[in-house]
Structure formats: structure tokens, C-alpha cells
């Protein structure tokens, strides 16, 4: 394949991880790592730097519209990151002693439960119900942000704060053991323990994964795996699928994101299963 | 400062019966009545207002956006420029091999100034990655000093901690 060919389509397909990441807030690994290795025949080492580069692009690509438009809680992505990246932490230093096949098919299941549960509650809820958790209360982390669909300000509480921490840790250990980043994991944890609206999730989730790619995309780059010729088209195109996807996220109703989070999170778990099953049979 | 108006503390006598004119009416509207007032119940409506903070922010990481993907553009044009002149076909694993793909890569900061001297394509490209890949740190940076101006120091600590953890997980990890 010549190479303007292979960039361009790198290219192309980025545009596409893109607009899903900033829609959904779980980062554009789950696109960019099979398109890359599996369609254009990339080294996985390579799909995995570019992957990371990926990830920041969206990142910035969808915070630079979603902060000032009120719809990320940074407090509560900082407050949920220190709990995450202690995890990957100590999910890196555990490497090598815990098998990596349970790992992917104990991630298959949670992230099946988690669209699952989703799922029973899709039509969503009126977020001024929820009570606010005393944890938020004392570190202010309920909010409000302007619906462009719904033409009012939504105002909403945070439950379930402890919860929603020690899942972080764990997902944090997760994505530490796997090298996957823990998007597909924050969203569904805001969803449905915290019950922050979909947007806010999506969004506060799109804040926390460009920070937490900061760390692996440089330990990438100091190994080599960042490669210009292929990680140069990913950034581009991720970052013009960011610049689209984010006004498309304001206009879209809760509703429909959680429909395609959900569909997203179903074959996301499959991928995991497929890859548990597959490193148990190999 | 701006505070945020949602967990405003319930002010005056009227503020400090709420709850118990609440539990004396034991009627349920009354109790979530006494709980927005409380401030643990999300009131519906109210302020909208971009904050000056958010605004900063946002322009930062746009700046960051603009630099990093002029860089890569203008690194990637050149790259491929360079390896289509050549007369021959290129393709990926042709140009991984050479020089401008990448041959051998830049792994660090340092590198990357040295061969932008040499001026080599694939360090622009790298150049801009990098500038991609530090624009989260700005956001994380421009939030401390928010925390720190609001005198919210519980903030202070928690951004503090994730600019440590994240700094030593990229030594730790870039050393290894």
C-alpha cells in the first residue's frame, strides 16, 4: 500500500474515533487499535503509542468546547482521577504476577453488566432528584450546565461518591494490568452509581482520560512506540472528529448517547471476551 | 471569588427551620422542599454563565490543538514530500525504514530539538505531538491555580496529587 494511501485512510478512520470519543467520552483506542493493526497491517506496539496519542486528541479536541460550556465537572473528574491513577499504579506494578486472560474476561462481564444496568434505566431520569451524597456536598461536586436540546439549565446532585471511588481504583488497576484506558469503565461508573447526567459524564470522562494518557502516551514516546508516520494522521483526523463530534454531543439528546454507549460497551465486551477466551484457548 | 451557587448553605432563620418545618409537616413535598433548601437536593433552574476560568482553559487547550496540529501538518506534508521524491513507490514499511519515517525514532525531547536542527520532517511531526501530548497538563496546571486563588485547599491537594502521581508514573515508566 503506498503511503499517502495508508495516511489518508489513517487519517479517515481517526475522523471517525474521533467523533465517537467526544461523543462518548471513552477515548478512541477501541477504533484506532483494531483499524490500524487489523485493516492496515500496523506493529501493535505502534497502534498502542498511536492509540495514546489518540486518546489526548480527543481529550483536548472535546474539552476545549465542553469546559466552557459548563457540561465538564472538573472537580469531580480530579477528585475521581487521584483514585484511578493510584490504581494504574499499582495494576503496572502488579504486572507480572496476575494472568492477564481472567483479567479480560472478569472486564467482559463487568462491562456487560454495566450496559445491562444501563440499559434499564435508558430513558434516563430527572437529575434534580438525586440527593446529593455527603461527600459531595463537603467537596462541591453537584453542578449544572446549559441542555441546548432541553432549552434549560439542569441542575444535578452526586451520589454514591465512595462507591464510584473504590470502582475507580479498581478500574484504574484494570487498566494498569491491561494497558486499556479506563474510559469504557468511568462512564458507566458515573452513570449509574453517581447519576450525573450522560452528558456530564461523557464529558467529565473525555477530561480524565487525556489526563491519564498524559503518563503512558510519554512513557511511549520515550520507548519509541510513538511513530510520525503513523501516529502524525491519527492526531490529525482525531482531532477534526473531536472539533465535529462535540457540537453533535450538545445537540444530541441524553437518550440517544445512551443508546450508542450502550451498543458501544456491548461490542467493547465482546472484544474483551474474544480476547479472554482466546488467550485461554491459545 | 465565583463559588458554586448549587451547595449554597441555606442562609437566615428561615434557612435553619427549613428542615424542621419539613419533619413538622411530614408531608413528603415538604421534606424535598426542606432538603433543596438544605442545599443535598438539586435545585432545578438557576444561573447560567461561562466562568472566566472556563474560558481560559478552553482557549489554552485550543491554542495547544491549533500549534500541535500545524506542526503535525506541515511535518507530515513534508515527510511525504520527501519520501515520494525519491521516484519509487513508498510505502509504509518503506518509509519506517528510512530516515524520515522515523529511522531510527525520536524518544525524547532532546532528540527532537537536535534533528529539528538537522531539520528533519519527522521532528516537526514530533514536535507537534508533543505539544499535543503536554496541552492536558495546561488544563491540569490552570485548575491548580483556580483551586489555589479560590483558597479551595482541598482542591489544592487533590490537583497537586494528580500532577504528582502523573509525573512520577511518566518518570517511573519512561525510565523502566
Do not use: C
Request: a positive charge.
Amino acid at each position: 500500500m503506498d503511503v499517502l494511501i495508508f495516511a489518508l485512510l489513517t487519517f479517515l478512520g481517526a475522523v471517525g474515533a474521533g467523533v465517537l470519543g467526544a461523543l462518548l467520552g471513552l477515548g478512541g483506542g477501541i477504533i484506532v487499535i483494531p483499524l490500524l493493526t487489523l485493516l492496515l497491517g500496523v506493529d501493535i506496539h505502534h497502534a498502542i503509542g498511536a492509540s495514546a496519542v489518540a486518546v489526548i486528541a480527543t481529550s483536548s479536541g472535546a474539552a476545549a468546547s465542553f469546559v466552557r460550556q459548563g457540561l465538564t465537572n472538573r472537580r469531580v473528574a480530579l477528585f475521581l482521577q487521584i483514585a484511578a491513577t493510584l490504581g494504574a499504579v499499582s495494576g503496572a506494578v502488579a504486572t507480572g504476577y496476575v494472568g492477564g486472560q481472567a483479567l479480560y474476561l472478569i472486564l467482559a462481564a463487568v462491562l456487560t453488566f454495566s450496559a445491562l444496568a444501563m440499559f434499564r434505566r435508558r430513558r434516563g431520569e430527572s437529575s434534580s432528584q438525586v440527593i446529593d451524597h455527603p461527600w459531595s456536598a463537603r467537596l462541591r461536586l453537584s453542578g449544572s450546565y446549559r441542555d441546548q436540546v432541553e432549552g434549560q439549565v439542569v441542575r444535578y446532585g452526586v451520589a454514591g461518591v465512595p462507591q464510584a471511588v473504590g470502582v475507580m481504583y479498581a478500574a484504574g488497576i484494570v487498566s494498569g494490568l491491561l494497558g486499556i484506558g479506563g474510559g469504557a469503565l468511568q462512564v458507566p461508573t458515573m452513570d449509574i452509581l453517581m447519576r450525573m447526567p450522560v452528558k456530564v459524564s461523557s464529558a467529565t470522562s473525555n477530561f480524565m482520560i487525556g489526563v491519564t494518557a498524559v503518563a503512558s502516551a510519554g512513557i511511549y514516546f520515550a520507548r519509541g512506540d510513538i511513530v510520525p508516520v503513523i501516529a502524525g494522521p491519527v492526531a490529525l483526523g482525531v482531532l477534526l472528529g473531536a472539533l465535529l463530534g462535540a457540537p453533535l454531543m450538545v445537540r444530541l439528546r441524553g437518550t440517544a448517547i445512551r443508546r450508542v454507549l450502550i451498543l458501544v460497551l456491548v461490542v467493547v465486551a465482546a472484544q474483551m471476551a474474544v480476547k479472554g477466551l482466546g488467550l485461554i484457548i491459545g | 471569588m465565583a463559588q458554586r451557587q448549587a451547595v449554597a448553605p441555606p442562609t437566615g432563620i428561615a434557612g435553619r427551620l427549613g428542615p424542621a418545618i419539613g419533619w413538622a409537616r411530614r408531608g413528603v413535598p415538604a421534606k424535598r422542599e426542606a432538603l433543596v433548601e438544605a442545599g443535598r437536593l438539586a435545585r432545578p433552574g438557576g444561573a447560567d454563565r461561562a466562568r472566566p476560568i472556563e474560558l481560559v482553559i478552553s482557549r489554552t487547550l485550543r491554542a495547544g490543538i491549533l500549534v500541535a496540529s500545524a506542526l503535525v501538518a506541515l511535518g507530515l506534508v513534508l515527510l511525504l514530500f520527501g519520501a515520494y521524491a525519491g521516484g519509487a513507490h513508498p510505502t509504509l514499511a518503506s518509509v519506517l525504514a528510512s530516515a524520515e519515517g522515523g529511522q531510527p525514532v525520536l524518544r525524547s525531547p532532546a532528540e527532537v530539538i537536535t534533528a529539528l536542527g538537522r531539520f528533519e520532517p519527522n521532528a516537526l511531526v514530533d514536535l507537534g505531538l508533543l505539544v499535543l501530548i503536554v496541552t492536558p497538563v495546561a488544563s491540569l496546571l490552570l485548575s491548580w491555580l483556580q483551586f489555589w486563588l479560590e483558597r479551595d485547599y482541598a482542591f489544592v491537594v487533590i490537583t497537586s496529587s494528580v500532577l504528582v502521581i502523573t509525573a512520577g508514573s511518566l518518570l517511573w515508566g519512561a525510565i523502566r
